[in-house]
């Protein structure tokens, strides 16, 4: 990985370690070593905490990967979710708590190098959840084979509009159409099963704005599948 970050007026680049040979988290702790040595400055603080977040994040990988010779992901639970991002969640906190005590430009520094590690982390919780709420939901309508050849046999107009989303090999086109917040209301609820009062409970609004906001894009991706 990547990272590229400013020091003193300088542009410097670092290029970290995900893990060691043992498959073991070692990004932070990498992170820490590396800048403390190239800007000499004392990281014992860094140090403990590097060790707590690589800790974190080998809980974090535990749940979305089974390391073996061929990393192999772990099956998708839907109950098991909110543990997985509540895991994610820990690691976030250590590094706010990190960033909030920062007070040295050393200190923001490091920070700031361990807030782009979470966000590496946090697209990778967000992949393993979308792809494997995906499959189960496509297995789902699968369990039924003739059920599902009955379904095959009919129009593309005819199918249930999830259905149709589903079963669409380019998705990100067909929702150019809609607003950032229906696409991302529309894919908590369809794709990762979120029910509407846990998606307005999130953004802090109501279950009738959320639900009106899911179905103006229903209506306007039946608009554009009429086409």
């Keep these: 990985m990547l990272l590229e970050y400013r020091y003193e007026c300088d542009d410097y680049k670092l290029f970290i370690q995900w893990t060691a040979d043992t498959e073991r988290s070692t990004v932070f702790h990498d992170i ?36 073996t010779d061929e990393h192999h992901g772990v099956p998708y639970t839907p109950r098991f979710r909110r543990v997985l991002l509540q895991s994610f969640s820990e690691i976030c906190e250590v590094v706010e708590e990190c960033q909030s ?34 499959q189960c939901k496509f297995r789902e309508r699968l369990r039924d084979k003739e059920s599902y050849i009955s379904t095959i046999n009919q129009s593309l107009l005819s199918y249930d509009l999830e259905d149709v989303l589903v079963q ?16 991302e209301r529309l894919v908590l609820h369809t794709f990762m099963k979120y029910t509407m ?15 009106q906001s899911i179905s103006a894009a229903l209506k306007k991706l039946r608009a554009r599948l009429s086409r």
């Design 32 to 67: 820490v070593t590396q800048v403390s040595d190239k800007h000499r400055f004392s990281a014992s603080y860094y140090n403990d905490l590097a060790k707590e977040l690589d800790k974190l994040t080998d809980k974090l990988y535990e749940q979305i990967y089974q390391f």
């Design 168 to 183: 669409m090999t380019d998705l990100s086109s067909l929702m150019d159409c809609l607003s950032e917040k229906q696409r």
């Design 197 to 211: 009062q846990e998606i307005a409970d999130a953004e802090n609004t109501t279950h009738q704005a959320v639900s």
């Design 101 to 134: 005590t920062g007070k040295l430009e050393h200190e923001n520094l490091m920070g700031g190098l361990f807030v782009a590690v979470v966000g590496k982390l946090g697209e990778v919780v967000d992949v393993y959840l979308a792809d494997h709420a995906y």
